[in-house]
């Protein structure tokens, strides 16, 4: 089955930079578009960034884009989001998605606190 494994989250001090992995198995990992997402307390879910199966495309929400770069290995099934220039408003969990066959598959998350 589909399983999205996410890890590297925890407290960060504004200016400071987290790197977040995702481990995914159950599909093949090298056709598929990969994205994070992220929600913060109190907040709807919402999209952060999106890879290529490829790689070699990315797509950024405005809130992040010039701060966060997502890239992906391919060999290791695993998708990264490379967080720097971290704020306080980037608080939240962090999800990993992708979309197959019309349904979409979520991990757990991984909860990025930044300290104030």
């Known amino acids: 089955q589909v399983q999205l494994v996410e890890s590297g989250g925890g407290l960060a001090q504004p200016g400071g930079s987290l790197r977040l992995s995702c481990a995914a198995s159950g599909f093949i990992f090298s056709r598929s578009v990969m994205r994070w997402y992220r929600q913060a307390p109190g907040k709807e879910r919402e999209f952060v960034a999106l890879?290529?199966?490829?790689?070699?495309?990315?797509t950024y929400a405005v809130s992040v884009k010039g701060r966060f770069t997502m890239s992906r290995d391919n060999a290791k099934n695993t998708v990264y989001l490379q967080m720097s220039s971290l704020q306080p408003d980037d608080t939240a969990v962090y999800y990993c998605n992708t979309l197959l066959s019309g349904v979409d598959y979520w991990g757990k998350g991984t909860l990025v606190t930044l300290s104030t």
């Open positions: 890879i290529t199966s490829s790689g070699f495309d990315s």
